[in-house]
């Protein structure tokens, strides 16, 4: 059974930073790509930052310069260090797995930027 969890989403002041995990686990085949998408209240889920297989890196123009999106050798755990945050960022971020089985998606985890 494939499982993607999210963590370390939560309350956050504008300039502060978070860093967002995805572990994930029972995926056999064969990984393309890792993603973090973002939904806003009242918005269509975006995706946010994105990496392939073989390590490029995309982002959307909102987060470039502020996030990184990066993953563990293994495919185990998919990362998004989150800097500078600013109040547009306030979303629910899904962690999100491309792969010759199929697309895979985490719950999500909440991300607030409020003073």
């Known amino acids: 059974q494939v499982q993607l969890v999210e963590s370390g989403g939560g309350l956050v002041q504008p300039g502060g930073s978070l860093r967002l995990s995805c572990a994930a686990s029972g995926i056999r085949s064969i990984i393309n790509g890792m993603n973090w998408y973002r939904q806003a209240p009242g918005k269509e889920r975006e995706l946010a930052a994105s990496?392939?297989?073989?390590?490029?890196?995309n982002y959307a123009d909102s987060v470039k310069g502020r996030f990184t999106i990066s993953r563990d050798n293994a495919y185990k755990t998919l990362y998004l260090q989150m800097n500078n945050l600013k109040p547009e960022d306030t979303a629910v971020y899904y962690c999100n797995v491309w792969s010759t089985g199929g697309v895979y998606w985490g719950q999500g985890t909440q991300v607030t930027v409020s003073s």
């Open positions: 990496i392939t297989s073989g390590g490029l890196t």
